[in-house]
C-alpha cells in the first residue's frame, strides 16, 4: 500500500491550501502534523465509508476532510490558516481493520505517506 500525498506549499495567513491523498484502496484515512521539535498530532480522520469525520479542536470548523471515492483519494481541505499550522502533513491508512471506525491515534495507522511541507506567513 503506497500512499500519495501533495497539494503543501507557502500561503499567507488567511489563506487555504488542499492537501490530497491517494491510495490503491478504501480504508480508514487520517491526516497528522509534525513541527519541528514538536510530536506527530491528530489533525483529521474519515471513516473508510466516509460517513464519519473527526477533527483536532484546534483545526474544527476550518479544516475539511472528504473522499473521492472515484478516486480512492482522500482530501484535506484548510481554510483561515495561521502560522501555528504550519509543519509537515502527513496522510495515513488504517489497512488492518475491517469495521469503518474512526481513529485518530498515530498507532492506530499501518501506512503513511512521505509528508507535504505547509508553511504559513504572519
Known amino acids: 500500500v503506497q500512499l500519495q500525498a501533495s497539494g503543501g506549499g507557502l500561503v499567507q495567513s488567511g489563506g487555504s491550501l488542499k492537501l490530497s491523498c491517494g491510495t490503491s484502496?478504501?480504508?480508514?484515512m487520517g491526516w497528522f502534523r509534525q513541527a519541528p521539535g514538536k510530536e506527530r498530532e491528530f489533525v483529521a480522520a474519515?471513516?473508510?465509508?466516509?460517513?464519519?469525520?473527526y477533527y483536532a479542536d484546534s483545526v474544527k470548523d476550518r479544516f475539511a476532510i472528504s473522499r473521492d471515492t472515484s478516486k480512492n483519494a482522500v482530501s484535506l481541505q484548510m481554510n483561515d490558516l495561521k502560522p501555528e499550522d504550519t509543519a509537515t502533513y502527513y496522510c495515513?491508512?488504517?489497512?488492518?481493520?475491517?469495521?469503518?471506525?474512526?481513529?485518530?491515534?498515530?498507532?492506530?495507522?499501518?501506512?503513511w505517506g512521505q509528508g507535504t511541507q505547509v508553511t504559513v506567513s504572519s
Open positions: 474519515i471513516s473508510k465509508g466516509g460517513g464519519t469525520t
Open positions: 495515513a491508512a488504517n489497512t488492518r481493520s475491517i469495521t469503518s471506525g474512526i481513529y485518530y491515534r498515530v498507532a492506530d495507522y499501518d501506512r
Open positions: 484502496r478504501r480504508y480508514g
